[in-house]
């Protein structure tokens, strides 16, 4: 009989040619595959590119990243062997994720995150932990700023870049902190909950301007592009080669995706000259000379727009997608003055003041937490799209439901904690667009759908308005109403 001592088998006892092979296993179940399934040769010599094996793209749920055992990270622990095993492998660290709240990922591991992805294209991502973001960290600076150090130099191999942090000055700073060309970069997200009124990027005095001189940043395959208003109007005023990189169709003509411009959290602070360098004006002229430019968003953001008049500037704008969130009465009114859009599909918009405002001519409208003191009638008087969704709008009342001048046949409208209207009002807008729909001699409702939903009007609809709108709407529901006693009546 063996000796139980010697019979025992260590963890760090399973042979490379095993272990390998589970690792791979377990990477690619933890992985989304956006092409075509690809099991990493596991169970023999892998004949497949580098680049083929990167097709593969980490999922991207938050919480996946707060999970203790995020893959490959669980593995460092296990034993010296399996560190070793699993730092040899660099598709491994090709999803990299980084805490800059007060227990940050240490410096050492974040400088192996990157050497062990060699080669190879990766995503990173730093970011706090989601209970800390309310927190007053002084020092999120000084941790943010270690981690840029360490990442700049491998930016040129970067394909996502995420930083998701409190302060605007913690984030990189596009004209300062980034240099040379970025040919993989088809992301970059910098957000921050606060404008703190401080530009980001290195607060010493050695100056960044020759490095971007010699070596100045590209990104020509970018197609999404999320960053603080200051972030974006710096690195237009001081970078023209990130400027024309944008401007560039070659990448996107090719791929088809199209750019999306997402624009958050500024406003101009008197201390920087540079802030008002930068004008509404100058913003929309960009956008205009942007070929392939498919959704703008607007968070938050004031550019100085006192220059402009509604009389003489006029843009036109070639998005499908817009979204306006938050934005102050002036700006939101004057923007909407002298944009014009060719091929806006879906507008979104949500807090917005909106004053004297125009709506943005589109298909399908969202109106989402529009205080009751802002009116949506006459906003809503010259918008004729086919969808609309009115979420959480106390003034949507009988008087603008009449004034609805949706487009008929398959018209879909949704209505969402508006609690101010009666099923009086919704009928006579029903009526009145069912004689919009004779009176244009077509075979159809006017409605494909009308739902209610949420906090709703007091008093619901009765058994024979229920019967009324499902005679005259393809597709009616409204929440909260028994259908089985509405059923069971007709039966009867």
Known sequence: MHDLHHSTSHIDSIPNELLIPIFKYVYADSCLDLTTRHDFCLFGPCTCSEERKVAFEWTRCIENFLDPNLFPIVLLLVCRKWRSVAESISVFWTRIVIFVDSNPTPLPLVRSFFECSRDLPFDVTVMRRPETYGESDAD??????????????????????????????????????????????????????????????????????????????????????????????????????????????????????????????????????????????????????????????????????HTLSPLNDHFILSVSDLALKDLSNGFFTVFTAVVGFDSLYEAFIENCALGSADVPPCDRLVLSKIDASESLWPFLMGWGGSALDVRDCPSLDDTVLQGLRMEIGDAHLFLRDCPNFTVKGLKKLVRNMNRRVTAANLDSHAFEILSVDGTRPEVPPSIQELEWFDKYVDIFTWEGVDRSIYTSTIRT
């Open 140 to 305: 999120e600076y000084k941790r943010c700023r270690a981690v840029i150090d360490i990442m700049m130099p491998h930016v040129s191999r970067c394909s996502t870049i995420k930083f998701d942090v409190i302060h605007s000055s913690s984030l990189p700073s596009i004209s300062k902190d980034f240099h040379g060309l970025a040919p993989k970069l088809t992301e970059l997200h910098l957000l921050c909950r606060i404008d703190d009124g401080v530009p980001s990027g290195p607060r010493s005095q050695i100056s960044s301007h020759q490095n971007q001189t010699d070596n100045p940043f590209s990104c020509p395959a970018l197609t999404h592009i999320e960053v603080d208003g200051r972030n974006f109007a710096h690195a237009y005023l001081d970078l023209p080669s990130w400027r024309q990189s944008l401007q560039d169709p070659t990448e996107r003509s090719v791929s088809g995706l199209g750019l999306e411009i997402s624009v958050t959290n500024f406003a101009p602070n008197y201390s920087i000259a540079k802030d008002f360098q930068y004008t509404l004006h100058d913003f929309l002229t960009f956008l205009e000379s942007l070929p392939y430019l498919r959704k703008l968003s607007l968070a938050n953001v004031i550019f100085p727009y």
